[in-house]
């Protein structure tokens, strides 16, 4: 009886074995390996050298897979302007506002943010009541300030970064001042009304 309980014991933990080859072969295979090293190895990077890891990309941050999960991770929330009149927020919070970029002497828009991080629709009462009191507020410049074609401010606590059209190039540095100049802010500095 012993023999064959030894015998299935073994029989178990070569399975194990395995089943254990094959799942990092599959890790490995998937890049799943290297996902969770470059988790592992950022978990306590802080907000400003998450934006200094995005600082010089092309015009649009096009954050990686790992980058996008490294944000939701730390609560990490990335705003950046996509089109003419779009600006997205990507990580902690995922939404999308809409600007009107031929407004002149004034921003291309006004977003704020509720508390969860929800967008406010703007006839919304509370979004009058946050543009009023500059609360979880993020003005939009477009192609009027700075020399650049994006310009985001805020009284967010929040680190900014700098995309260039078709990405940083040392060659050019002294000509081109960058395209856009993004933020990223962590999801629990929005506050209450």
Request: hydrophobic residues 40%; contains cysteine; glycine residues 6%.
């Amino acid at each position: 009886m012993q023999t064959t309980l030894a015998k299935k014991l073994a029989d178990t933990e070569n399975e194990l074995q395995h089943v254990k080859a094959e799942l990092a072969e599959l890790k490995r295979r998937f890049g799943i390996d290297k996902q969770e090293a470059f988790l592992n190895a950022n978990a306590n990077i802080s907000l400003k050298e998450f934006a200094a890891m995005l600082n010089g990309r092309d015009c649009q941050p096009n954050l990686t897979t790992n980058e996008l999960l490294l944000a939701k991770q730390r609560g990490f929330v990335v705003v950046y302007g996509d089109s003419d009149d779009r600006v997205e927020f990507e990580g902690a919070i995922r939404a999308e506002g809409h600007t009107n970029p031929f407004a002149k002497d004034r921003p291309a828009g006004v977003l704020a943010l509720s508390e969860d991080g929800k967008l406010l629709d703007e006839d919304s009462h509370l979004y009058r009541e946050n543009v009023e009191n500059n609360h979880n507020v993020i003005s939009v410049f477009y192609c009027e300030k700075d020399n650049l074609n994006w310009v985001f401010v805020s009284d967010i606590p929040h680190e900014t970064f700098l995309t260039y059209d078709g990405g940083y190039d040392e060659e050019f540095a002294d000509f081109d001042d960058g395209f856009a100049r993004c933020m990223v802010f962590e999801a629990s500095a929005l506050k209450a009304q």
